[in-house]
């Protein structure tokens, strides 16, 4: 190489220590492949540049990822692999795509799972590394893996979609990858869609603003200034206590005369409206006029049963002393 470029890197505080230790793996790794590095702990930075040993001119960039991605809290091992041909990097900014903190770290923990099982779901599945660390997701991989994950990572920070939705039409593709009837065929009739569901969220109570006024509110009476409007204040310690006593025996009075009166309240009854007592006097009246009603009926029917109980021989007898006063009747005559 006639020139030399360089790369450099800030890292946090954090990672210095590990740094220190794994850094001689780094130095040896890129040294294979004729590139220099060195770690300065003072500015903390990382710097990769070119030697006149290099021969590949492409791998300064593929150095720079490499430094990039053990500043984001990727292990050394896993990041020497950048150097390889088929490996590539993707490191997603994820801190401006939320405002709100506590959205951001709830939608950030869906990225991860329960024991980060939705990311290792999502690295079987991508084939790629994926590491979550602070603002930033950063991912190792192929071209087509990186790009799954670049818009899984932004579906979930933008609350577009769960990973869980992504992770299920990513099993889906596979196993019609597997199929080679349908390799050049459309297959969004058998991925899944999900709708979004727009749950209602609960108003925040939001206190209404006071009038601003440039004048500070009216300072409070102590317990002296009070004393003092009183006369309380200059009182004897006597006098005190016993005003004192005498205020506690009335507030006693107050409440037993409140705790009797409660207790009278369940031996009360209750008041009677005045349109039920119309009414029962309404029941009465018919009650009154039926049962006079009955009493009529029940003569009338007496009457008749005792014209209908009349004893055969007596009505004979009778019939025949009619028949025989109209015979001496016509003798007479």
Not at 28 to 46: R, Y
Not at 134 to 151: D, E, I, W
Not at 210 to 217: E, G, H, I, N
Not at 283 to 305: E, I
Request: include cysteine; aromatic fraction near 6%; proline fraction near 5%.
């Amino acid at each position: 190489m006639l020139e030399v470029s360089s790369f450099s890197t800030l890292f946090p505080q954090y990672r210095e220590k590990y740094l220190q230790e794994a850094w001689p793996m780094v130095k040896s790794a890129l040294k294979e492949f004729g590139v220099a590095c060195e770690l300065n702990l003072v500015e903390g930075s990382m710097t990769v540049s070119t030697t006149r040993k290099t021969r590949d001119p492409y791998i300064i960039v593929k150095a720079r990822d490499l430094i990039k991605l053990l500043s984001r809290s990727v292990p050394a091992p896993q990041a020497i692999k950048m150097l390889d041909d088929e490996m590539q990097c993707d490191i997603i900014k994820i801190s401006g795509l939320v405002r709100n903190k506590e959205r951001f770290v709830k939608r950030r923990q869906h990225l991860v799972g329960p024991n980060s099982s939705t990311l290792k779901a999502l690295e079987i599945l991508t084939g790629c590394y994926i590491l979550v660390q602070g603002n930033t997701v950063a991912a190792m991989g192929s071209f087509k893996g990186l790009k799954q994950v670049r818009r899984i990572v932004e579906e979930c920070m933008l609350n577009k979609m769960h990973p869980v939705y992504n992770i299920k039409v990513l099993m889906l593709k596979k196993e019609l990858e597997k199929d080679p009837a349908l390799a050049h065929e459309n297959w969004d009739r058998f991925l899944p869609k999900f709708k979004k569901k727009n749950v209602k969220q609960k108003k925040v109570n939001t206190k209404k603003k006071k009038p601003y006024t440039p004048f500070p509110p009216p300072q409070q009476p102590s317990k002296i200034d009070i004393q003092l409007e009183t006369g309380e204040y200059f009182l004897s310690n006597k006098r005190k206590s016993a005003k004192i006593w005498q205020e506690k025996q009335e507030k006693q009075a107050e409440k037993t005369a409140e705790n009797k009166r409660k207790r009278e309240e369940a031996f009360i009854p209750p008041k009677e409206p005045a349109n039920l007592v119309d009414k029962s006097e309404d029941a009465n009246n018919n009650v009154a006029d039926m049962a006079m009603s009955l009493q009529k009926k029940a003569k009338k029917f007496g009457k008749r049963k005792s014209e209908e109980n009349i004893n055969a021989e007596t009505y004979i007898i009778g019939s025949s002393e009619q028949a025989s006063g109209k015979k001496s009747k016509k003798q007479r005559s």
